[in-house]
């Protein structure tokens, strides 16, 4: 391509991201700003997590760690892509962590002010997860707050151990500044996390999750997981966020999401037990790809959901968006990967970048899935670990 040529592409490229980022940030301010009581603390806190701080994290990634991804000349290039990388990603899920606790905190402070439970208070698992019979729950939060920040640090380190093992650069290299210590914190808890989470007890783990949200409530009020596979149930993120055409739509997208995978959760499971005979299984790389995508869907699908839920943008457009996140950069990634070394590398870490913030918010969203559709919170954090399951199965093999 001539100099001009590229020069005007990088231009449009960067021109594009920067007026996405400013819209994403505008309905943010627009949401906050129209906050109301008696849930205008809510408000406020869900355009943070699913708008504000994503745009943060775009702008800093795109335009400031990893600029060459759209293009442009970077200032860093004394430091190996993956170590910026690896930068981006340690840092932006220690900012999320941040925000999703003190968002909690600031929750169960609100709502639970002076409520001290005893153990005898506390309900069976049975009333806490089957049946529903609870409404909003302080210990939830907490559980969701820790399970989310575990979760975040696990999508950190399985990113950095996959670009290790795929681009030819050196590791990560020590950091400076403030570099140094959010890298040790999360890498230190990464280190933990993963040795304690090994491939097949995140697989059992994650099927196991997956498998139990079969009877466990599909909403506060009424259904189970069982149902939206029988289809005597509508998606949730579909039933109560979205209207006529794009409901359809979406419910039987999310059903045929959640029976792929009750699947996988099978094969997880039975490659497992057949131990050395079900390596191959364990080590698909279709089984790698699908249980990722899944993952990216159930995250980007609660993102999204909240995001409608909250009128933050008229349902269709929204739905047009939850597309346009979990559709088109699985098809740019799987076109780009036949490109050269060079274009490959720019292509992935772009569309990592854009996941990865709006996969955070999920994230950072578990405990409210947590206390009002349970079964929809199993099958997230299921498929989370599933992915990581797999993910690992194939590490092994590198």
């Known amino acids: 391509m001539p100099v001009a040529g590229a020069a005007m592409e990088m231009t449009w490229r960067r021109l594009f991201a ?31 997590v699913v708008t504000l701080a994503p745009a943060a994290a775009y702008a800093f990634g795109y335009f400031r760690a990893l600029p060459e991804v759209l293009g442009a000349e970077s200032a860093a290039q004394r430091s190996s892509r993956l170590q910026r990388w690896s930068d981006f990603a340690r840092l932006t899920s220690a900012v999320a962590i941040v925000i999703t606790w003190t968002c909690w905190a600031a929750i169960i402070v609100k709502h639970f002010r002076g409520i001290v439970l005893s153990l005898k208070q506390m309900p069976s698992v049975v009333d806490l997860f089957v049946l529903g019979t609870l409404t909003t729950r302080p210990d939830l939060c907490v559980i969701g707050a820790l399970l989310a920040a575990a979760l975040m640090i696990m999508c950190v380190v399985a990113s950095e151990e996959y670009l290790a093992r795929t681009m030819e650069q050196m590791g990560p290299r020590p950091a400076t500044g403030w570099r140094t210590a959010v890298r040790r914190t999360v890498g230190e808890c990464g280190t933990w996390l993963g040795a304690r989470l090994r491939a097949k007890r995140a697989l059992v783990l994650g099927s196991g999750l997956v498998l139990f949200s079969l009877f466990a409530r599909m909403d506060l009020f009424e259904g189970y997981g069982l149902q939206v596979v029988s289809g005597r149930q509508s998606w949730p993120m579909a039933e109560y966020t979205l209207v006529d055409p794009a409901l359809a739509i979406l419910s039987q997208v999310g059903r045929w999401m959640y029976v792929a995978t009750l699947g996988i959760a099978l094969l997880g499971l039975a490659a497992v037990a057949m131990r050395r005979l079900g390596d191959g299984l364990r080590r698909s790389y279709a089984l790698v790809f699908l249980s990722t995508a899944i993952a990216l869907f159930a995250t980007c699908d609660l993102t999204l959901g909240v995001a409608r839920l909250d009128s933050m943008v008229p349902s269709v457009l929204n739905f047009v968006v939850l597309g346009m996140i979990w559709v088109l950069p699985i098809g740019i990634w799987v076109w ?46 299921g498929s989370v670990f599933l992915a990581w399951g797999f993910t690992q199965s194939r590490r092994e093999v590198a």
């Open 18 to 48: 920067a007026s996405m980022i400013l819209i994403l940030a505008g309905i943010g301010i627009l949401t906050a700003w129209r906050a109301a009581h008696p849930f205008g603390l809510e408000r406020v806190l869900f355009a943070l």
């Open 336 to 381: 780009r990967a036949q490109a050269d070394s060079g274009h490959w590398d720019r292509t992935r870490i772009a569309v990592m970048i854009l996941y990865m913030p709006v996969v955070f918010a999920g994230l950072a969203l578990v405990p409210l899935a947590l206390i009002l559709v349970p079964a929809y919170a199993f099958f997230l954090l």
